[in-house]
């Protein structure tokens, strides 16, 4: 079972950035697909972006061009930086498979923008 731990988050300013971390026990994580997902009060789970095990990305509408997605599989985490955030970036980001079914959630870090 692969356990995932989502850090990095906190309260920023709109126009700020923040670096998301992933961890994820398991030598198979390399071998996946990951993505970041987020959570808003009263909203469903959506995608932010998704990288395959080669590297290549794919991002939300809603934040490309502000966020980038990477991974660094010999040390099982994978990062988010996300930069010029806007006050609806707020919600709780988890980790995860992507493009498959999903592993167990962690319990996602907050990230909060407002001046």
């Known amino acids: 079972q692969v356990q995932l731990v989502e850090s990095g988050g906190g309260l920023v300013q709109p126009g700020g950035s923040l670096r998301l971390s992933c961890a994820a026990s398991?030598?198979?994580?390399?071998?996946?697909?990951m993505g970041w997902y987020r959570q808003a009060p009263g909203k469903q789970r959506e995608s932010v972006a998704r990288?395959?095990?080669?590297?290549?990305?794919v991002y939300a509408d809603s934040v490309q061009g502000r966020f980038t997605i990477s991974r660094d599989s010999a040390k099982n985490m994978m990062y988010l930086q996300m930069n010029s955030l806007k006050p609806e970036d707020t919600a709780v980001y988890y980790c995860?498979?992507?493009?498959?079914?999903?592993?167990?959630w962690g319990q996602g870090t907050q990230v909060t923008v407002s001046s």
């Open positions: 995860n498979r992507a493009w498959s079914v999903p592993w167990a």
């Open positions: 398991g030598s198979i994580f390399s071998s996946y697909a």
């Open positions: 990288i395959t095990s080669g590297g290549s990305t």
